[in-house]
């Protein structure tokens, strides 16, 4: 390839990852990525837990997962829907969830992340999962999407903003919030 010059007649240089032709007057230039809506979250969390700044008033935002629609329960919406062999894990993850909100839900922070995170799992019920399961989609395939569409994709959030997660969800808390909202009557398994 010919920039029009003889190649002996260039000079190469470089600094960090920039390759330039001849003289480089730049001035480096480092982008420092905003932190996300969670990593803030998360920093604020840990800096009242720390502290112990509790409050007692439960938001209206979580109060719209965490009251109950009516009250058929997880067991049998699962019994309703041929699932019952479902129905101790379920229990189990909804139950891990549970403890977590338990131990954070006096605090402002954590009542925003929970909020955050509930929601998105509740918008991807109802755009992904609901039409699977109207469309007649099998147990194994479900499942697999709650997997693929909900829990990893969750996770890679938290970890892609570099949160500082004081709370530690894994995916046995994404999965349990899930079963919670099951519970709590957001969710059906049989429509």
């Known amino acids: 390839m010919s920039l029009g010059r ?12 920039r390759v330039t032709l001849g003289n480089d007057n730049s001035s480096n230039l480092y982008i420092i990525p ?93 755009n992904i999962i609901k039409p699977m399961i109207i469309n007649g989609a099998s147990e194994s395939e479900i499942l697999l999407t709650i997997s693929n569409a909900i829990v990893t994709p969750l996770l890679d959030l938290v970890q892609q903003e570099g949160c500082n997660d004081i709370m530690g969800l894994s995916a046995t808390e994404i999965n349990g919030m899930f079963h919670y909202l099951t519970g709590q009557c957001h969710i059906k398994w049989k429509l």
């Open 34 to 126: 905003a932190k996300g809506k969670l990593a803030t979250l998360f920093e604020r969390l840990k800096d009242k837990f720390d502290n112990k700044e509790e409050i007692s008033k439960i938001s209206e935002d979580l109060k719209r997962y965490t009251d109950l629609q009516d009250v058929i329960g997880l067991e049998k919406k699962l019994e309703d829907a041929n699932m019952q062999h479902y129905v101790d894990d379920f229990l189990w993850y909804k139950q891990e969830f549970n403890k977590k909100l338990i131990l954070y839900q006096n605090y402002e922070p954590a009542q925003e992340i929970f909020s955050y995170i509930l929601a998105i799992v509740l918008e991807r019920y109802r």
């Open 6 to 17: 003889k190649q002996e007649n260039i000079q190469q240089s470089g600094i960090g990852n």
